[in-house]
């Protein structure tokens, strides 16, 4: 049922090992394993091709033999064979991004996918994780030569030999098959462990050239998320906790609010949560359509404002509109479109951790890649300056799943008791724009909170789309900072030691 297929240099006891290592662990009794003794006479790629050449069985694997693999990962791989007719080429690792340099790992850590563990003689064993461990094969553009599958009936090309002997034989095969329709992948279905590690030499910069000499017209090959993964979550509803408030401020824009609340309703317990519009100038054609299209998806309460300002408006809805049967604040952009119950899955987490500040959940961008899975701080000592981002973004697939602590989370979509917001002083309303999310979260930290991120709650987040029009929206920003947050992560630095990375 699988032939394996590797190259080796090393001594007949070490091969016996391997090969019975192979056998051993595979879970398929057909199991055909060609073992070419090779002292640097022939290139991987003609070793592999001659061992297709010899292949009895569909099904090929072309390994390096200084791995360590899982129990039953010859049956877990022909059963992801068996599920995913269309792919052609299985790895276990790989990138979906392919660039116009040839060093496939530029972008390593938002294009990778994948998890490799490393135990190099003498040293601790190590996981290389690109990527978390999903029920699906992640489609990609090329795999790395570690481990590589296929079925010999679906391939176009074989193993260009043309290249150097031991570098980029993997691309020289992934690329040729990918460009000509052969659907690659990698799987999580079994684990795998490299007795190496390997570093990049003189002729892996020649057989590059050569790669690129061939390929660089098709240069570069990106394949974007075709879906978000989406978890399924099951809750018992805590009867002991309160409902929620969702406070969405709004102008404009009536498709994305009506998706956003339509959302809410679709995929959550709407038993659990109010919604309350805070209207900051929409037409009244875009109110009408609000009141008509909007309020009627469920327990929706309008308000309306003659301004703009996140902290001002979202502050006087807690003051004013939000009632003492709320016990939870759920602050959410317009442009939000949950894929599954986020919000039952944000209130499983103030039930599980009483030190819980502000809870956020994994959101991506319209192209699938991530927009969002929690805020990160770096204090630049040298220039006392801060860096504020989004942890893992624009990352394809390399995020976490499950509950994480994080240093905070966005405004865009952000729950916090009521207590602790009224408590904490709510927004600092001199900010006149943004990252009045970010001293919030602060503020918890410097409390004694922590702040966390369910990244098994997931939806879109179309970032901004409301106010992309303001032409001052970059110099707000850099007001806010230079005014407001960082002298107020300045002043409180000491404090925030074991939460910002300083460097």
């Not at 003689?121 to 489609?139: A, C, E, R, T």
């Not at 553009?141 to 599958?149: A, N």
């Not at 327990?299 to 006087?316: A, G, P, Q, R």
Request: glycine residues 6%; proline residues 3%; positive net charge.
């Amino acid at each position: 049922m699988i032939t394996v297929i590797y190259s080796t240099h090393k001594d007949v006891e070490y091969n016996n090992k391997f090969k019975n290592h192979l056998k051993n662990t595979c879970g398929v009794e057909d199991i055909q394993i060609l073992e070419y003794i090779n002292h640097n006479k022939f290139s991987l790629s003609q070793v592999y091709n001659s061992g297709i050449t010899e292949s009895k069985y569909d099904i090929v694997v072309c390994c390096h033999n200084d791995i360590k693999l899982e129990k039953n990962w010859g049956k877990k791989l022909l059963d992801d064979f068996f599920k995913n007719p269309e792919f052609g080429i299985i790895g276990k690792a790989g990138s979906c991004y392919f660039p116009e340099s040839g060093v496939y790992w530029e972008k390593l850590h938002q294009t990778m996918v994948g998890q490799v563990y490393h135990f190099p003689p003498g040293q601790k064993k190590f996981l290389s994780k690109y990527s978390p461990k999903l029920p699906q094969l992640i489609p990609v553009v090329t795999i790395d030569g570690l481990f590589i599958s296929f079925d010999k009936n679906k391939i176009k090309h074989k193993f260009d030999e043309s290249f150097g002997k031991f570098h980029f034989y993997d691309h020289g095969f992934s690329v040729p098959n990918y460009v000509d329709g052969v659907k690659i992948g990698v799987t999580s279905s079994f684990e795998i462990t490299h007795e190496s590690v390997g570093q990049p030499n003189q002729e892996f910069w020649e057989s590059k050239e050569k790669f690129l000499n061939k390929w660089k017209k098709v240069l570069p090959l990106d394949i974007k998320p075709q879906n978000v993964f989406i978890n399924e979550l099951n809750f018992k509803k805590n009867k002991k906790l309160k409902k929620v408030a969702v406070i969405i401020p709004t102008k404009g824009k009536t498709e994305l609010l009506f998706d956003c609340v339509k959302s809410l309703y679709e995929k959550c317990d709407n038993s659990v949560f109010d919604v309350f519009i805070a209207d900051t100038g929409s037409s009244d054609n875009e109110k009408n359509f609000i009141k008509k299209n909007i309020l009627s998806l469920g327990n929706v309460t309008l308000i309306e404002y003659d301004y703009y300002n996140f902290s001002k408006i979202n502050n006087d809805v807690v003051k004013n509109h939000i009632s003492e049967k709320y016990e939870f604040l759920l602050f959410c952009n317009n442009d939000i479109k949950l894929l599954n119950d986020a919000v039952s899955g944000m209130l499983e987490v103030f039930s599980k951790k009483n030190n819980a500040g502000t809870v956020g959940i994994r959101l991506h961008f319209r192209d699938n890649t991530i927009q969002h899975d929690g805020v990160a701080v770096v204090f630049r000592s040298n220039t006392q300056s801060i860096d504020v981002g989004h942890l893992n973004f624009r990352n394809y697939f390399n995020y976490k799943i499950g509950l994480n602590e994080t240093f905070g989370n966005t405004g865009g979509f952000m729950m916090i008791r009521k207590s602790t917001f009224i408590k904490l002083g709510l927004f600092n309303e001199n900010y006149i724009s943004c990252l009045e999310d970010v001293e919030l979260n602060i503020k918890c930290l410097l409390s004694g909170l922590k702040n966390y991120t369910d990244s098994s709650c997931v939806g879109y987040h179309y970032e901004s789309q409301t106010r992309n029009d303001e032409k001052e929206k970059n110099e707000k920003y850099k007001y806010d900072y230079l005014q407001n947050l960082l002298p107020f992560i300045q002043t409180n630095i000491s404090k925030l030691k074991n939460h910002i990375k300083v460097i």
